[in-house]
């Protein structure tokens, strides 16, 4: 197979939390979306995060671009936040995306 029949534009793709601690503090799973691919620069960012800072900023930065609603527009703006244990469990789900 040639590298080049990997290729493709990005499709934006629905991931859901649906723990159970999730469905019972909220009723049900909550879906997001996020890019099937990312490009080049997003994982060199996320490289060169240094793995000893104690400030989780960096990777919230990086990550909080790939956390999508189904128009593949930002969920996390300066005025719209995430609580915060579905905010880990969302950065848990892109990062676990990233690494396969």
Request: cysteine-free; hydrophobic content about 45%.
């Amino acid at each position: 197979m040639k590298l080049s029949e990997l290729s493709a534009e990005p499709k934006l793709i629905e991931l859901v939390l649906d723990d159970k601690e999730t469905i019972a503090e909220y009723g049900e799973a909550i879906t997001f979306h996020t890019w099937d691919r990312q490009p080049m620069e997003i994982f060199m960012r996320l490289a060169n995060v240094d793995p000893n800072e104690k400030a989780s900023g960096p990777v919230i930065e990086i990550v909080k671009n790939l956390i999508l609603d189904e128009n593949g527009k930002s969920l996390l703006t300066n005025k719209n936040v995430l609580p915060t244990k579905i905010l880990l469990k969302v950065i848990a789900k892109v990062t676990e995306l990233l690494g396969k």
